[in-house]
């Protein structure tokens, strides 16, 4: 493994830039090993960035960076157990082929299938759903590189409280090299997604938790306009969208117009409430059964920046209350709809849904755009709900705040000083988050 001269790194979203003294590109996890030796013998952090999709600064590296596209191997596939071992830079959207080829599947997902798999569990990643939690619940075993350059695994049996603390562990414990997943028999989705308007959704958002496998529903802000979307598992077989409505909803409206009417609101932003107005109008209801990973998740063409905060599921309705009278007093002007979604409690230390079902409240602008004013404001309010921010989303929490509303915040800090004490695995945002 020869050091790589081009080092210059920035996320998706384009916000978080790198300049790292040192690139490489690992094979194997004793290349990895070596890596993180090599850094530690020249006084270097070290950091394997996953595919740059977190908002944060979460995958900054100062010192030596560790592209992931190497590092991609399926190790093992067993369909009787459902347990799959892959490397920590395979992408999600190659897990998922492999997975359909032996007839398993993730149990839930998030909105997109680009991240790698160590990047998208490292912040905790989530899609919505009743009793499917997130990644990090679907994880059996771990493999990390720890600051001593040693290589160990972790599981619920062998040594517990490093998988409970790693599994969502920010890249600060230590460089994931492999994940052992535990997949369930493939399934399909019935996906319906239909407009309702504020009123109707707010009365009936308990009723639509309880009675569906994976509720969500997005607000167009400035209007009364939601879009409901419901998904229920399904025998079969697939009623996919056709090629030409696929084309229409999620290429065209979702993404190509969507650029442009974003392009126009950043020019014009008065204009918002009425571009609004005609998106949240221009989606119609649709119903249609696909693989369940074709229906979690959807390509997002249009950059944005992100902040999203977990909150005491109970709490949905007074927040979301507080939240559009907020857009009644600021003068905010947002193009982008607000996310909402359920997940039940998690039991990994840092995930946002930590031992409490929580509702996830997911604010956007265009990349273009400037989101300070609007997701500090968002964030005032939420923290009043003791809202757990997104660890790959903007915040500007720190821990003084963090280690109030993770009761194992305390315990985290504690393991990443016995792992880590000269912070091997530090970068500005872990100073951020955890203080040092
Ligand atoms: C368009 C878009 C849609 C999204 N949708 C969702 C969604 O539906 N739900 C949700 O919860 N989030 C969502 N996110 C956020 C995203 O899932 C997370 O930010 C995720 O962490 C990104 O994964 P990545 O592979 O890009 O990792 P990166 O952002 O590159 O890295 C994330 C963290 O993982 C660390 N890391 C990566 N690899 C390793 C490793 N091998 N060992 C140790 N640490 C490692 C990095 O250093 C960093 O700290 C979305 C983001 C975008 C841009």
């Not at 993180?36 to 740059?52: F, H, I, K, P």
């Not at 309010?381 to 009761?407: I, N, Q």
Request: glycine letters at 6%; a negative charge.
């Amino acid at each position: 493994m020869s050091p790589e001269t081009n080092s210059k790194w920035q996320n998706w979203a384009g916000n978080q830039q790198a300049t790292p003294q040192r690139v490489a590109t690992p094979r194997t996890p004793d290349e990895v090993a070596a890596a993180v030796r090599s850094a530690a013998s020249d006084g270097l952090t070290v950091r394997m960035t996953g595919t740059g999709h977190s908002f944060t600064g979460a995958a900054v590296a100062e010192g030596v960076l560790l592209r992931p596209t190497a590092l991609t191997a399926v190790r093992s596939v067993d369909p009787t157990t459902g347990l799959v071992t892959v490397e920590a830079g395979l992408p999600l959207h190659r897990l998922n082929r492999v997975l359909d080829e032996h007839g398993l599947a993730l149990a839930n997902m998030g909105d997109i299938q680009e991240q790698t798999v160590a990047g998208a569990l490292q912040t905790a990643t989530h899609g919505t759903g009743r009793d499917a939690a997130g990644l990090v619940s679907q994880v059996a075993a771990l493999e990390l590189v720890l600051a001593d350059g040693t290589t160990v695994t972790c599981s619920r049996e062998e040594r517990p409280d490093l998988f409970d603390a790693a599994r969502a562990g920010l890249g600060a414990l230590g460089i994931v090299t492999a994940i052992t997943w535990r997949t369930v028999p493939s399934f399909f989705l019935r996906a319906q997604e239909e407009p309702m308007k504020w009123d109707e959704v707010l009365a009936r958002v308990d009723e639509f938790d309880a009675a569906n496998e994976h509720f969500e529903f997005y607000w167009f802000p400035h209007t009364e306009g939601c879009l409901t979307k419901r998904n229920n598992r399904v025998e079969g077989p697939a009623e996919p969208v056709s090629k030409f409505r696929y084309w229409l909803d999620d290429r065209f409206l979702s993404n190509t117009v969507f650029e442009a009417v974003n392009r126009v609101t950043h020019l014009a932003p008065a204009t918002t409430p009425f571009v609004n107005g005609i998106s949240a109008k221009a989606l119609g209801a649709r119903t249609y059964s696909d693989t369940s990973h074709k229906v979690f998740t959807s390509p997002r063409m249009v950059r944005f920046k992100e902040q999203e905060y977990a909150i005491p599921r109970e709490e949905l309705v007074p927040a979301l209350r507080e939240l559009r009278s907020l857009f009644t007093k600021r003068n905010w002007r947002i193009s982008f709809p607000i996310e909402v979604r359920v997940l039940p409690p998690e039991d990994a230390w840092l995930s946002m849904a930590h031992e409490r079902r929580s509702a996830f409240i997911a604010v956007h602008v265009y990349h273009r755009d400037p989101h300070e004013e609007y997701f500090r404001g968002v964030e005032e309010l939420l923290t009043g709900f003791d809202g757990r921010p997104h660890w790959g989303k903007l915040h500007t929490r720190d821990a003084s705040y963090l280690e109030k509303v993770y009761p194992r915040f305390a315990d985290f800090r504690a393991l990443r000083d016995e792992l880590d004490p000269e912070r091997r695995f530090a970068n500005p945002y872990t100073r951020q988050v955890f203080g040092d």
